[in-house]
């Protein structure tokens, strides 16, 4: 191999995504989310045609579902043909979202466009200068449901040509994600593939170094638990067959996650004030090209402000001036939420051994944590609703360790109410 190759892999690219969860919860940030997995898609061929990469490819749920508009498909197209301008090998496999009896359609793809097939690994070799520098081997999702492990059928037999594999798979079971064509990283290492260029999991991740064996995750996050950046990866392998890779981020909103501990704030303006300068930090910190940031707080420590905080509004008008200071601007911040997990200054150990009802009420509360009888009887009373058909289909029954949360924060409220502090 004389020549050095470079490309860009990404997956879970999810066009049109519905974004429901927001739709019901937070229309007007649903209006900004509308198009950014477009948008990012965009970005990566932009990247592609600046780089000047010699081919590109994605690892399967190019679109959400089979209910996809006519301008995702477009858009795609489109999109396609500007690398097929630029001669740059567009080679997809589909997932689980987008199997392929789904993409049979009116729209027309540029000839650069390789969709793989379904019943068997399907190969493209990658010519340069007449010479074929890397031959990519992947096979498709004909059905949703793929219980098979696809990486099995996967054998690379070329002795000077580097071999890739492309991939939408659940490595190593994992739970958080639907197991689809699960395998394991040693039946991908047996394949003999120089790289594994994977879909499915939504978060980056380089699984195995050699062979590189990576997620590109999803290119834009579609909710608060898709936080962090979101991008593809571009990879270049050295005429001596050196293997380099850098992750690039593309998405237009930022997802995050934080938390602050409040141990030292002592009133709610300071907090919205501490809260306000973390926006203006956060807004600072993206990039030209992002529209903006989602943020969730998590606000933690025993706090001066426990009684305020839990017994008034005052968190959901902090974050109402928040919005309205924050979420006009270009770029915006948006703050999704200001979850509590605060705890009183004053620790049960100070109370416990008194012999008065906030004594009682904490003795008898700790003899609930360790007593299986009466977690048992407090989780029926409280799964009761849960008799109703209706609540069942949407709502899941309390388990033990929610129900010690739940008594962990009463203990909490009770001694915050009990004791008179203030
Ligand atoms: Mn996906």
């Known amino acids: ?75 795609l ?7 097929q301008k630029a001669n740059i090998p567009v080679i997809i496999v589909t997932g689980n979202h987008d199997p392929l009896s789904d993409w049979l359609t009116e729209i027309k793809f540029p000839k650069n466009v390789h969709l793989l097939r379904s019943d068997k690994v399907d190969k493209v070799p990658i010519e340069k200068d007449g010479k074929t520098i890397t031959t990519i081997f992947g096979i498709s999702y004909k059905i949703s449901n793929v219980t098979e492990n696809l990486s099995l059928k996967f054998q690379a037999r070329e002795m000077d040509a580097v071999s890739i594999g492309l991939l939408h798979a659940n490595v190593g079971s994992r739970k958080e994600h639907a197991v689809y064509a699960p395998c394991t990283i040693n039946d991908l290492k047996s394949g003999n593939m120089d790289i594994w260029l994977l879909g499915h999991i939504h978060t980056p991740e380089v699984i195995c170094e050699k062979p590189l064996i990576l997620y590109p995750g999803n290119i834009q996050g579609r909710h608060v638990n898709e936080d962090g950046p979101r991008g593809c990866y571009i990879i270049t392998i050295d005429p001596d067959r050196k293997i380099s890779y850098e992750f690039k981020p593309v998405q ?44 969730r707080w998590k606000l933690t420590g025993p706090s001066p402000l426990y009684h305020e905080l839990t017994m008034t509004d005052r968190i959901e008008e902090t974050k109402e001036i928040l919005v309205g200071r924050f979420f006009n601007q270009t770029p915006f911040a948006f703050p ?3 979850r509590l997990s605060i705890k009183p200054e004053r620790k049960k150990e ?31 009373m409280l799964n009761q609703p849960f008799s109703n ?31 008179g502090d203030k």
């Open 1 to 75: 191999m004389t020549a050095k190759i470079k490309f860009i892999h990404c997956a879970d690219l999810h066009l049109d995504s519905p974004f429901q969860g927001l739709t019901t919860k937070e229309p007007s940030l649903a209006d900004r989310f509308k198009h950014s997995t477009n948008e990012a898609f965009v970005k990566i061929i932009d990247l592609c045609l600046a780089e000047k990469v010699d081919f590109l490819t994605i690892g399967g749920d190019t679109f959400d579902g089979a209910d996809r508009s006519l301008s995702a498909q477009i858009l």
């Open 77 to 83: 197209r489109d999109q396609l043909e500007r690398l």
């Open 252 to 295: 237009t909103i930022l997802w995050k996650q934080e938390e602050i501990n409040i141990r030292n704030i002592t009133s709610v303006i300071e907090l919205a004030d501490l809260l306000s300068d973390k926006c203006e930090e956060e807004l600072s910190n993206l990039s030209d090209n992002e529209k903006g940031i989602v943020i």
């Open 336 to 338: 999704e939420s200001i």
């Open 350 to 380: 100070d109370y416990l051994d008194q012999e008065n009802f906030i004594g009682d009420f904490l003795r008898l509360a700790g003899k609930t944590e360790n007593d299986d009888q009466m977690k048992n009887e407090l989780l029926q």
């Open 389 to 419: 058909r209706t609540i069942k289909k949407y709502l899941e029954e309390l388990n033990e360790k929610e129900l010690l949360t739940i008594l962990e924060d009463s203990v909490n409220m009770g001694m915050d109410l009990l004791s």
